[in-house]
Nanobody, 125 residues
């Protein structure tokens, strides 16, 4: 079993900041590879916000570059966290934010993507 738990969403005024946290864990996990944050604005498709590899290499969507920062801490092969620091928030950043992780749980099975339930971020003007 793989648990993906997000926290830190909320409501903020434009120009404000929020920090989202994601914890991925599971005693049967052999490795946690890429972790990432995605978001789905109301009535739109889900889009990538930022991803971070096992070695800490990060990638950002163009509209978030310079405003958002993703970081990661690997506690063990079976537990890791990925935080998303969001600054200079804009009303267009309003969305449900999801954490995802590519996880290997079995030697005979390819890594698979696991998703959290999502956390709401609302930015008012």
């Amino acid at each position: 079993q793989v648990d993906v738990v997000e926290s830190g969403g909320g409501a903020v005024q434009a120009g404000g900041s929020l920090r989202l946290s994601c914890e991925v864990s599971g005693r049967r996990i052999l490795a946690i590879f890429d972790m990432g944050w995605y978001r789905q604005p109301p009535g739109q498709q889900r889009e990538m916000v930022a991803t971070i590899a096992l070695n800490g290499s990060a990638h950002y969507a163009n509209s978030m570059r310079g405003r958002f920062t993703i970081s990661r801490f690997n506690f063990d092969n079976w537990k890791a966290t990925a935080d998303l620091q969001m600054n200079s928030l804009e009303p267009e950043d309003t969305a449900t934010y999801y954490c995802s992780a590519k996880v290997k749980v079995d030697l005979g099975v390819r890594p698979a993507d696991y998703w959290g339930q999502g956390t709401q971020v609302t930015v008012s003007s």
